[in-house]
Structures are given as structure tokens and as C-alpha cells.
């Protein structure tokens, strides 16, 4: 089973985790009244796939308080019950939600709210302590981000955490968060279409680990969706169309530059007997030796699926060259 070191921390986890947005369910932008989430879920079935996860070997599992306005953090809480042991648990702050009215509100990175959302996601999680503790607001002002790291640190020295990060796209902010005692990672975009070099070689420098959020590219990495398949749920975040960030869709259609792309390169990432979105997650870890990526899932099947990714392993040396070649050929 492949394995990866957790940064510094020295924690040894598989080298697939597992990403809990799409288990929040539906919450909305109270701005434009645009969603969130990914649609309606089963929580039962999230359940058993978390389960799922624990059995196959994944040990990290990521999620944030504001994934659902919550809900998810009370779903994972709820499957860890007598498990807690099992898991680097890992979520995120910043973003403000109403539980009740399942509305994002806002933002806060204050010393009080910090305190206070690391409590509120303690008792959503029904644990005692946070492995991994994610800064959510990605491009949040790099003058401003040292006051937030003194509050994670005080975090630390209480117990409430065990490490933080930062889920940020932004080179010149993770270099902040690095300079720190108890920042061990960095959650970043990064997937076959979207490569990062720079974060790679930041996080390989500062011995962080290099978690990653949407690896196959929300969905478009599976080859469930194509010219002809699309999201067709209104409430799902990739029906929208007025996000920079959310490159592989629009109005619910993939990226017709991706899908061509995506028929170039199949054949290397289904090499071996994988899966597509086996290959995907083989490409990240063929990148570097740091790389955790986190991908999202609904279903038992879908984790399944993830986990066994790890008796594959990465594509080899030879197949990165083909896929290096097939890429540069689309993109030019």
C-alpha cells in the first residue's frame, strides 16, 4: 500500500485521502443565492463511505465547517464514532455559514472567530483535537496572515490542534505559513490539467506536504462526464458560471479544451488496468513525493475505486514522459 509522509508532522497516512465537500449537501451564497454544494446527498451512504475509506487503508480526511454550513463535520463526526484513532483528521476555518439557514455569510479570520470556530468544529466532529488545521481563505491579505498564525500556534500549544496549513493557490502566502513551528501542509489546486510546479518544488523545499484538492477535476477525471454528459442540477456548484477558480465547468458543462485533452491522455492513465481516475490520482503522486490528493466522493463505490489506486502506485517515469508529450502537443 502506498504511504506518504504527512510534512514535518512525520505521520505516516495512505497516500490517497479523501475530500468532504460533496457529503455537506446543499448550502447556499446569501449574496447571489448561488449553491455552494454538490447537490443533495444520502448520508447514510457518505457513512459507509467513510467507513469504506478507513477499511481500504486512506487515513486522512479532509473537510471544512463551512461544507454544508456544517453538515458535513456532524456526518464525519458521526462515522468516527470509535474510530477517531484511525484517522488524521484534518478541516478548514474562515468562511462564516448559518447552520441554521444553511447560508454562507461571509468571511472572518479574527483572533475570537478563530477560537471559536475551532470549538464549534470540535464539537461537530465529536473529538477533542484537530490533526490538521487548514486556513480556508485562500487570498486572504499576506500582511495580515502572521496574526493568524500566532492564534493557530496558541491552538497548538493548547492541544486543540496538532498542525495547521493553508488552502491557498498563492506561492508567496504558503511561504508565509511555512516560516511556522506547526505548518506541515499545503492544500492546493492541482490535477493533470492544472499542474503546479511552483507549490510542488515551495513544499518539497519547507518539507510540507503537498495536498490535493480537486485531482480529478471535479469529476471530469472520471470520464462520467462529456460533450454529451453534463450536470444538469441546479444546485450543484458546477452549474455555476461566475467563478474564476471553477475551470473545468461551466453552467454545468465541461471544459471543451479538458475533454480534448482528456482524449489524448486516456490511453496513458488507463495503462496497467487502472481506472481513469485511478491514473489521475497516479499522475499527482509520479509528480513528487509529497503529493496527497483529496478526492471528493458521494458513494461507497467511488472511495473504493480511490483507494485501490494504491496498489497501482504511480505511472512510471516512461508514461510521465508520454503524458508530458501529449499534453504539450494539445496545449500548443
Known amino acids: ?6 510534512g514535518r508532522s512525520g505521520i505516516e497516512v495512505g497516500a490517497v485521502g479523501i475530500g468532504c465537500w460533496a457529503i455537506g449537501g446543499p448550502w447556499i451564497e ?4 448561488k449553491p455552494f454544494g454538490w447537490g443533495e446527498t444520502d448520508d447514510r451512504e457518505s457513512i459507509a463511505a467513510i467507513h469504506c475509506a478507513l477499511d481500504s487503508g486512506i487515513q486522512l480526511i479532509d473537510t471544512s465547517d463551512n461544507y454544508g454550513a456544517g453538515h458535513s463535520e456532524k456526518v464525519l463526526g458521526q462515522a468516527l464514532k470509535g474510530r477517531r484513532d484511525q484517522v488524521v483528521l484534518a478541516t478548514k476555518f474562515g468562511f462564516v455559514t448559518n447552520e441554521e439557514t444553511k447560508m454562507a455569510t461571509g468571511t472572518n479570520a479574527s483572533r475570537s472567530y478563530i477560537k471559536s470556530a475551532c470549538e464549534a468544529s470540535l464539537r461537530r466532529l465529536n473529538t ?6 487548514h486556513f480556508h481563505l485562500g487570498d486572504y491579505p499576506e500582511q495580515s496572515a502572521p496574526e493568524v498564525m500566532v ?15 493553508w488552502s491557498t493557490d498563492s506561492t508567496s502566502r504558503a511561504e508565509l505559513f511555512a516560516q511556522s513551528k506547526h505548518c506541515v501542509a499545503i492544500q492546493h489546486n ?10 510542488l518544488e515551495l513544499c518539497e523545499r519547507n518539507r510540507l506536504a503537498s495536498i490535493n484538492r480537486g485531482p480529478l477535476a471535479m469529476g471530469l477525471l472520471t470520464g462520467k462526464y462529456s460533450d454529451a454528459v453534463t450536470v444538469d442540477d ?14 473545468s465547468f461551466k453552467d454545468g458543462i465541461p471544459s471543451p479544451e479538458m475533454i480534448e485533452q482528456l482524449r489524448a491522455i486516456r490511453e496513458v492513465l488507463t495503462s496497467g488496468g487502472r481506472s481513469l481516475a485511478q491514473g489521475a490520482l ?15 466522493f458521494r458513494t461507497v463505490k467511488q472511495v473504493a475505486e480511490n ?25 500548443g
Open 151 to 165: 492564534v493557530l500556534e496558541e491552538l497548538a500549544e493548547e492541544g486543540k490542534i496538532r498542525s495547521f496549513g
Open 1 to 6: 500500500m502506498l504511504k506518504r509522509t504527512l
Open 128 to 133: 477533542d483535537y484537530i490533526d490538521l488545521y
Open 190 to 199: 492541482m490535477n493533470v490539467f492544472q499542474d503546479n510546479a511552483d507549490m
Open 282 to 296: 497516479a499522475w499527482l503522486w509520479a509528480r513528487s513525493a509529497v503529493t496527497i490528493p483529496i478526492p471528493g
Open 234 to 247: 441546479p444546485k450543484d456548484i458546477r452549474y455555476r458560471n461566475d467563478l474564476d477558480w471553477l475551470a
Open 307 to 331: 483507494a485501490k489506486a494504491m496498489e497501482f502506485g504511480p505511472l512510471t517515469e516512461a508514461e510521465m514522459r508520454q503524458m508530458d508529450q501529449l499534453l504539450s502537443v494539445r496545449e
Open 30 to 33: 446569501e449574496r447571489t443565492g
